[in-house]
């Protein structure tokens, strides 16, 4: 089992910067890859970034140059930097776990970014 906590979202006007965190706890695969989902009203659940466990790391077209995913393997943690709010980025961001076995969701954090 895995837990992931997030951390960070809240109301930003547009063009302001919020940091997401994610910690994840329990067993920890060395071969893994965490990322940021996030889900508006009324729509699907999307990737926005993802980052494998050697540093590979992927994102939507709708968030390059904006937003940019890190982690602290040590500490099992990841973050997601996102410059240049938009009111379109306005969702739950949901933190994500997998390994070769399993994956995990956290409980989600709301990202709210005013016009």
């Known amino acids: 089992q895995v837990q992931l906590v997030e951390s960070g979202g809240g109301l930003v006007q547009a063009g302001g910067s919020l940091r997401l965190s994610c910690a994840a706890s329990g067993i920890i695969a060395s071969v893994r890859t965490m990322a940021w989902y996030r889900q508006a009203p009324g729509k699907q659940r999307d990737l926005v970034a993802s980052?494998?466990?050697?540093?590979?790391?992927n994102f939507a077209d709708s968030v390059k140059g904006r937003f940019a995913i890190s982690s602290e393997n040590a500490k099992n943690t990841i973050h997601l930097q996102m410059n240049s709010l938009k009111p379109e980025d306005t969702a739950v961001y949901y933190c994500?776990?997998?390994?070769?076995?399993?994956?995990?969701w956290g409980q989600g954090t709301q990202v709210t970014v005013s016009s």
């Open positions: 994500f776990y997998r390994d070769i076995t399993f994956n995990f």
């Open positions: 980052i494998t466990s050697s540093g590979t790391t």
